[in-house]
């Protein structure tokens, strides 16, 4: 089993940065590919990175390419998300995800994701 949690989010004005941490429990965890998703208001939860157990293979949305940055520290258990040159639209709350499929690949549906955590609030202001 995997428990998964996430840190990090609050309130932001565009054009700033967060960086949104998911702490793990679990010795196995350091071999899962791990995933961020976010949820809107009134939306469909969507895929925004994902990154592979050793950290050498990542994969991000289109909309967040070039601004988002996931990574990871084995020793610590732990995933980030850098979030830089945020835009009103990254309002939501962002997931923290991780499967117990292949970890040397990255996954973006939410199907293949086995654990999840509770969520963080993302608030982008304009």
């Known amino acids: 089993q995997v428990q998964l949690v996430e840190s990090g989010g609050g309130l932001v004005q565009a054009g700033g940065s967060l960086r949104l941490s998911c702490a793990a429990s679990?010795?196995?965890?350091?071999?899962?590919?791990t995933g961020w998703f976010r949820q809107a208001p009134g939306k469909e939860r969507e895929f925004v990175a994902a990154?592979?157990?050793?950290?050498?293979?990542?994969y991000y949305a289109d909309s967040v390419k070039g601004r988002f940055t996931i990574s990871r520290d084995n020793a610590k258990n732990t995933v980030y998300l850098q979030m830089n040159s945020l835009k009103f639209e990254d309002t939501a709350v962002y997931y923290c995800?991780?499967?117990?499929?292949?970890?040397?690949?990255?996954?973006?549906?939410?199907?293949?994701?086995?654990?999840w955590g509770q969520g963080t609030q993302v608030t982008v202001s304009s």
């Open positions: 995800a991780a499967t117990g499929s292949d970890g040397r690949r990255w996954y973006s549906e939410e199907g293949q994701y086995d654990y």
């Open positions: 990154i592979s157990w050793s950290g050498g293979l990542t």
């Open positions: 679990g010795r196995t965890f350091s071999s899962y590919t």
